[in-house]
């Protein structure tokens, strides 16, 4: 849950860096139900880059690791991560259980 | 009363998007209402006057393109192509004509300078090299287009290596390139969203005039009165004296393109004066300070006091000061005036006052290197006026001579320089380009003079505008423009007076003037409420030209167009 909580202050970071350029509208909430994708999400395409190269950057500062939240896996998955900060979160943390040595 | 919005467009053969949502979301004044143009679209943009781009009329244009995408031979060099440098400048030279017809549809237009694509690091030894390297090509590219701007009064090249530089490892990311075909990250456009509004505001006559100093840990490390001068941190082989000696020469620096310095302090006068005069690595003496005040009183009534004795607004000061209780109360009770925070690692003190972006000017003119002498005359002229006790006793020993000229090119620039930058004696505020006031001038039945003021103690340089548009029987005072240098000396009167005289000479029968109210432009309301003129509406006044308006006795009008 550690790693979980860490990873939501991640996201949240990555949040910050997409409302700075978003449309007031159009901007997230720091909760973790917050939709991003799908009917109930407010990202668009290009806000959707935005939160991905910062996260992944952010993720590079925080755990040194280098995660490629935009690969094919990813997106193919039948519960998309990027439905909720919620299931993102989830979905990052196992990535870096994964890579825990 | 509203913050003006700008309106602009934004072109780029990169997704700006991220551009236009700093521009739209940072706070710094002005307002931006930013138009993005379709990206990949530079040239069509540029070429053509219907584009969507330009239908909202926007006041400035941004035109940022990568040089791959706009320099053809440009792209030839990243292949290894051997490229002639005359067929690229000639590349470069067509482009710049693109911009400038682009230019003509706006009041400014900005062009960032290019960079090198990130990607291409491999280039090694042959980067700088002649004929094949894209970092000289782009060296060469960048001061061609810089040699252009120069000639043109209202395109301006922005330095974007900065914004690059400032960005760091973060200023490009092959992620946002390949996923949404944006250029830079973040980062990069924060910091041009940033240039671009102190540009505008530079543009637009909003940059900082005075900058306000506190003396101790400010100027010089340490408490003067309790060291005594000779004990203070200042120049010397010393870190912390070395940086104090650094500050203030950049202070000094910022003097000689017509910023002001003035001191507000807590200490003893004479102790303080002292400091200045003797301690033999002190940079800046008491004759680059417009004024002090240097006491014990609060420090936001000095100010008050010494800015409305220089004749300057509020919003056009900078204070400066180590203590951050100090730095609260000036916030508090003078939110007009800029108070940076500032650091209290006092190395930083020079690189601090240099990322203020609040002195931004196009262009330095003769007069802006001597403002400080001019302020120092005009603090003599002050002393004079208390000896005398009346102003009209005053007026008459000062030798107030006008010299009038009609707008021509050796004085378009410093014109439209007053126009732009006058707030507080301004009857219509209108800001116009070099290009739009030449032409406006040149229109039938239209007049426009530019007005020199000198005295005894000095020439006070092109400080004035009066023009005036005439048509059947009725003249208009359109531009009633005056420094706050010269106002109350019936220098105003004698504008009136020209006007007048130009309008009967027209055969008009009345001369009308519309003051137009804005946040500053108060003086100039309660100048014309005391002209002699007839008020009505508020704020329309009008002259019956059947009695010529007086010419001011204690004024000579001077110049053949007078």
């Known amino acids: ?101 | 009363m509203s913050v003006p919005v700008f309106k602009g467009a934004i072109i780029s053969d990169f997704n700006a998007g991220n551009f236009e949502g700093c521009l739209k979301n940072s706070e710094d004044l002005p307002g931006v209402d930013p138009v993005l143009a379709p990206f990949g679209q530079v040239v069509p943009a540029l070429l053509q006057d219907d584009f969507e781009c330009w239908r909202n009329a926007p006041d400035f244009a941004v035109v940022w393109a990568r040089p791959q995408s706009v320099i053809p031979s440009f792209a030839r060099l990243l292949r290894y192509e051997t490229v002639p440098a005359d067929l690229l400048l000639s590349e470069v030279d067509a482009y710049w004509a693109l911009l400038e017809r682009a230019g003509a549809r706006v009041k400014f237009l900005f062009v960032p300078t290019w960079t090198a694509p990130a990607h291409h690091r491999e280039f090694g030894l042959l980067d700088l090299k002649a004929g094949v390297g894209p970092a000289h090509a782009l060296m060469q590219m960048n001061l061609r287009l810089a040699e252009h701007c120069g000639k043109s009064p209202n395109i301006h090249l922005l330095n974007s290596q900065r914004w690059v530089e400032a960005a760091g490892r973060h200023a490009f990311n092959p992620k946002l390139w390949y996923m949404g075909k944006i250029a830079f990250g973040n980062d990069v456009f924060i910091e041009a969203a940033r240039e671009v509004k102190a540009a505008l505001r530079g543009l637009t006559g909003q940059s900082k005039k005075l900058v306000l100093v506190d003396l101790d840990d400010t100027l010089w490390g340490g408490i003067v009165g309790d060291l005594g001068w000779e004990n203070i941190a200042l120049g010397g082989h010393d870190a912390v004296g070395e940086a104090f000696a650094d500050f203030q020469r950049t202070l000094k620096a910022l003097t000689r393109r017509g910023v002001l310095l003035g001191i507000v302090s807590k200490n003893d006068e004479a102790v303080a004066l002292e400091a200045l005069r003797r301690h033999p690595e002190m940079v800046l003496r008491p004759e680059d300070f417009v004024g002090w005040r240097i006491n014990w009183q609060d420090k936001a009534e000095n100010i008050l006091d010494l800015v409305r004795s220089l004749n300057l607004g509020l919003q056009s000061v900078v204070f400066i000061d180590d203590n951050p209780v100090e730095r609260d109360r000036v916030r508090e009770a003078l939110p007009e005036v800029f108070v940076p925070e500032w650091p209290a690692d006092t190395t930083l003190y020079e690189s601090t006052l240099l990322s203020l972006r609040c002195f931004n000017a196009a262009s330095i003119t003769a007069e802006d290197a001597q403002r400080t002498r001019l302020y120092a005359a005009e603090g003599q002229r002050e002393d004079l006026k208390r000896q005398l006790g009346s102003v009209e006793a005053w007026l008459k020993t000062l030798d107030v001579r006008v010299t009038v000229e009609r707008l021509q090119p050796a004085n378009l620039q410093r014109t439209t320089q007053l126009l732009n930058k006058t707030n507080q004696m301004n009857l219509t505020t209108r800001r116009m380009s070099e290009a739009e006031l030449s032409e406006w001038a040149a229109g039938a039945n239209r007049r426009l003079w530019t007005i020199r003021v000198a005295d005894r103690f000095g020439d006070s340089g092109l400080t004035g505008i009066v023009s005036v548009e005439s048509r059947a029987g009725l003249a208009t005072i359109v531009d009633f423009v005056l420094s706050c240098r010269v106002m109350g000396r019936r220098v105003e009167e004698a504008m009136l007076h020209l006007a007048g005289e130009y309008a009967r000479s027209q055969g008009a029968r009345t001369l009308h003037a519309r003051y137009v109210a804005t946040e500053k432009n108060r003086p100039c309301l309660e100048f014309w409420q005391k002209s002699g003129f007839a008020a009505a509406e508020g704020a329309l006044f009008s002259w019956d030209l059947s009695n010529p308006y007086p010419r001011p006795d204690t004024v000579t009008i001077e110049g053949k167009d007078a």
Do not use: C
Not at chain 1, 70 to 76: L, N, P, R, T
Not at chain 1, 82 to 99: K, M, P
């Open chain 1, 1 to 101: 849950m550690a790693t979980k909580d860490k990873v939501l202050q991640v996201i949240y970071s990555g949040i910050d860096a997409v409302n700075q350029v978003s449309a007031k509208e159009a901007r997230l909430n720091k909760e973790p139900e917050t939709a991003l994708m799908g009917e109930a999400g407010k990202l668009d395409s290009l806000g959707l880059v935005n939160l991905i190269v910062a996260i992944e950057q952010k993720l590079e500062e925080e755990f040194d690791v280098t995660v490629n939240l935009a690969d094919g896996q990813a997106m193919s998955l039948k519960d998309n991560p990027f439905a909720t900060v919620s299931t993102l979160a989830d979905y990052i943390a196992g990535i870096l259980e994964q890579r825990k040595p």
